[in-house]
């Protein structure tokens, strides 16, 4: 264009440094930003294409409801396990005393285990504490301890919260290993110094020092959790009703009778994960302030 | 002192306990094939199926292509916003962390809305097109992991100085990115390409949904319909996914020069 060669709009040079990255820009609209809005729009239309507010209500109704609640059962419960017996495995590591080969082997193991997730790990639990699996055969017949009959089931809330929970621990150890290295010694002794007991320690220093990464790995966790499936479909089917699985029997074949429906489902799942995402992105910055 | 290293050798134990039992009992499972013995009968019969290596090479192309096409977008994306876009690097920053935030199932029901057969984009409309989407969808999963290895590596190294040495010396920009900056980068990009492996080898939701037969989908099948292939198919990802992050964790301890006291 002569027009732009005598008179450029923007220069040659910020042309070009956008032209750099445009590849990325169209690939990211393209792949996340556009199916992303196309859903959250779609959440507020009507099947004519005008505004609503009807399919945010039709959340409300009570097959979904409880679709949400037993998912955040889940996502909480596995989260919060995850969480706790991930600290004190990092603690035992980090603090315990342990020999050197403890902490890489753990640390090795970790990386693996928290990307052993999906229909594999489905696979384990059921040969583990299956009807037929070693655990489950090995209680009965050793110990005369019939597991299915207290009541337990693989394919229920606990269940699945105990495999969730393979993946869920790793990531908790992976990320707060770093955290509780980052404890200075000359904190303990300043404490100890002043009197403090192991207890005032933990509770008046150590853990509100570690409460962000703490709280932020745990919403990790759980958003995780949350937005997860294969696991669950391959272990129960499309019969358990978490989330992810309602969702995916309604891209399947559009169970609610409702295409907007759908895409109120995906909203809310959006909404969920993103709020704990970004309540995490936050607290790791407040926690970075103190590895420094 | 004492009774702190009790608790933690206790924690370690619990931990162990959960942890190995599920590979042993996996193991044990996937043997009990012929009635009354131990047998590898289960692992003959998961190599001897045709459909196991179809999905099992489709995964592994998919998970190659997506590893070339991802590396190709994301090592220029990151080398030209660290010289000359510092400003938009935020931007990339928040985009590349997005794929963790919306969960796969959202992402991908997206792209059955936008790239139906009957939209602008008919990705969904050949066999072809929706290989490529599915291509697009696990570049999009492994953004995050990619993006900040290479990130990571970039850091290391000063891009300007590089680029300013090589031009000087009358390189293009083909030679600048290949031969200078990619070299220098490999250990980010090697540690992103091991883990976008064990991501897409596993994944089920994305290839599902776009019914392509991929090894997530026919580990899914094989579940649902067999009794003792299934744990065998389980031992065999676990080995392939410790293959591949142990590979990956063994590469960046060898890359760093001075490894970090225990």
């Known amino acids: 264009m002569t027009v732009a060669r005598s008179r450029p709009l923007i220069s040659r040079k910020t042309m070009i440094d956008w032209l750099g990255v445009s590849p990325f820009i169209v690939f990211s609209v393209m792949f996340l930003i556009a199916p992303t809005l196309y859903l959250v729009t779609g959440a507020f239309l009507n099947a004519e294409g005008h505004f609503t507010l009807e399919n945010i209500a039709g959340l409300f109704t009570p097959k979904i409801l409880a679709s949400y609640s037993i998912s955040l059962k889940i996502s909480l419960a596995s989260a919060l396990g995850g969480a706790l017996i991930g600290f004190f495995l990092a603690w035992a590591v980090v603090l315990g005393g342990l020999p050197g080969w403890i902490r890489s082997a753990l640390l090795t193991f970790s990386g693996v285990a928290s990307n052993f997730a999906g229909v594999p790990l489905a696979f384990a639990f059921l040969a583990t504490l299956g009807r037929t699996g070693l655990v489950t055969v090995i209680l009965r017949d050793a110990f005369g301890f019939n597991l299915y009959a207290t009541g337990f089931n693989l394919l229920s809330f606990l269940g699945l919260t105990l495999t969730y929970m393979y993946f869920q621990i790793p990531l908790m150890v992976l990320i707060i290993t770093p955290a509780l290295d980052g404890l200075k010694k000359e904190w303990r002794?300043?404490?100890e110094i002043l009197g403090a007991s192991n207890a005032q320690y933990w509770t008046r220093v150590a853990l509100p020092i570690l409460f962000p990464s703490i709280l932020g790995t745990f919403l990790l966790l759980f958003a995780n959790a949350f937005g997860a499936i294969a696991t669950a479909y391959s272990l129960t089917g499309s019969t358990f009703n978490i989330v992810p699985i309602q969702l995916y029997a309604q891209i399947r074949g559009d169970v609610l009778h409702n295409p907007n429906l759908g895409y109120a489902l995906a909203l809310g799942m959006i909404v969920i994960t993103g709020v704990s995402n970004l309540i995490y992105i936050w607290m790791r910055m407040r926690a970075e302030r103190w590895q420094k | 002192m004492k009774l702190q290293k009790v608790w933690a050798w206790l924690a370690i134990l619990i931990g162990a306990a959960?942890?190995?039992?599920?590979?042993?009992?996996?193991?044990?499972?996937?043997?009990?094939?012929r009635r009354g013995e131990y047998s590898f009968d289960a692992y003959r019969s998961v190599f001897a199926d045709s459909q196991f290596r179809d999905s099992f090479s489709y995964s592994i192309l998919m998970a190659v292509l997506t590893i070339l096409f991802g590396v190709l977008l994301i090592v220029p994306t990151a080398y030209w916003v660290r010289l000359r876009l510092p400003q938009f690097r935020p931007v990339v920053e928040f985009v590349t962390l997005m794929p963790l935030v919306i969960p796969a199932i959202v992402i991908v029901f997206g792209y059955l809305r936008l790239y139906n057969s009957s939209s602008i984009i008919p990705f969904t409309g050949s066999a072809r097109g929706t290989d490529l989407l599915l291509m697009f969808s696990f570049m999009t999963l492994s953004l995050p992991y990619m993006y900040r290895s290479v990130d990571t590596a970039m850091r290391t190294i000063d891009v300007n100085t590089l680029t300013e040495a090589a031009q000087s010396l009358g390189a293009p920009w083909r030679t600048i990115l290949f031969r200078c900056i990619f070299p220098n980068v490999l250990s980010g990009v090697?540690?992103?390409?091991?883990?976008?492996?064990?991501?897409?080898?596993?994944?089920?939701?994305?290839?599902?949904?776009?019914?392509?037969?991929?090894?997530?989908?026919?580990?899914?099948?094989?579940?649902?319909?067999?009794?003792?292939?299934?744990?065998?198919?389980?031992?065999?990802?676990?080995?392939?996914?410790?293959?591949?992050?142990?590979?990956?964790?063994?590469?960046?301890?060898?890359?760093?020069?001075?490894?970090?006291?225990?």
């Not at chain 2, 190995?20 to 043997?31: M, V």
């Open chain 1, 189 to 191: 002794e300043a404490a």
């Open chain 2, 18 to 33: 959960y942890f190995i039992l599920p590979l042993i009992a996996t193991f044990e499972f996937s043997l009990r094939m």
């Open chain 2, 190 to 262: 090697l540690s992103g390409a091991f883990i976008t492996f064990a991501i897409v080898i596993g994944e089920f939701t994305m290839p599902s949904l776009l019914n392509r037969p991929a090894f997530g989908p026919y580990l899914q099948l094989i579940g649902a319909n067999r009794a003792y292939e299934p744990p065998a198919l389980a031992i065999i990802a676990f080995a392939i996914t410790w293959a591949s992050i142990g590979i990956l964790q063994f590469a960046s301890r060898f890359n760093k020069a001075r490894p970090p006291k225990p």
